[in-house]
Antibody, heavy 120, light 108 residues
């Protein structure tokens, strides 16, 4: 079964960092990209960037550059997204999603989401 | 950045009625790389349509997508009770992805 399983909810203080994991199973890990999307309560999704799981190449939305880092561990088929210098407005559900650049069929598989709460 | 504007914000329909959701882009969407997603409370988005008009795997044929350039439409031919949710459009493929703000489909 093709799926992405994310790590559990996090509560962080302003200025801290958070690292969310996304474990892939059921497909060839290095064939695709992993996209990261966040969604604040009651808002539409906000795209943060992507990582190619084969090369490790990344692209970050300018808004997050300098604060976000996307990495992967091919031995455990796990992708990671780390966001630093957290502020209250970073409170959101963070999703990983699969994108297949050879097929270009949108984000076809999503993780279940990780709630990140930033509060003093 | 391409801004996607969805309308209406809320659509109130009865089961069995036809739903028409609109997504307008501020500039032409490259190669019609436009997707639609359904999201229910507490769940991740689910891919319905990609490439403006192709149905994703296991999506019922009452869902259809159309449009090109800057104007796109998601149509649900006969709404069923499980279709009441929020729908988002998304333009992708060239590292400048954006999402619309959503249309809520609610029971009338």
């Amino acid at each position: 079964q093709v799926q992405l399983a994310q790590s559990g909810a996090e509560v962080k203080k302003p200025g801290a960092s958070v690292k969310v994991s996304c474990k892939a199973s059921g497909f060839t890990f290095t064939s695709d990209d992993i996209e990261w999307v966040r969604q604040a309560t009651g808002q539409g999704p906000e795209w943060m960037g992507w990582m190619n799981l084969n090369s490790g190449k990344t692209y970050y939305v300018q808004k997050f550059q300098g604060r976000v880092s996307m990495t992967r561990d091919t031995s455990t088929t796990t992708a990671y997204m780390e966001l630093s210098s957290l502020r209250a407005e970073d409170t959101a559900v963070y999703y990983c999603a699969r994108y297949r650049p050879e097929i270009r069929n949108g984000f076809d598989i999503w993780g279940q989401g990780t709630m990140v709460t930033v509060s003093s | 950045e391409i801004v996607l504007t969805q309308s209406p914000g809320t659509l109130s329909l009865s089961p069995g009625e036809r739903a028409t959701l609109s997504c307008r882009a501020s500039q032409s969407v490259s190669s019609n790389y436009l997707a639609w997603y359904q999201q229910k409370p507490g769940q991740a988005p689910r891919l319905l349509i990609y490439g403006a008009s192709s149905r994703a795997a296991d999506i019922p044929d009452r869902f259809s997508g159309s449009g090109s350039g800057t104007d796109f439409t998601l149509t649900i031919s006969r709404v069923e009770t499980e279709d009441f949710a929020v729908y988002y459009c998304h333009q992708y493929g060239y590292s400048r992805d954006t999402f619309g703000q959503g249309t809520k489909l609610e029971i009338k």
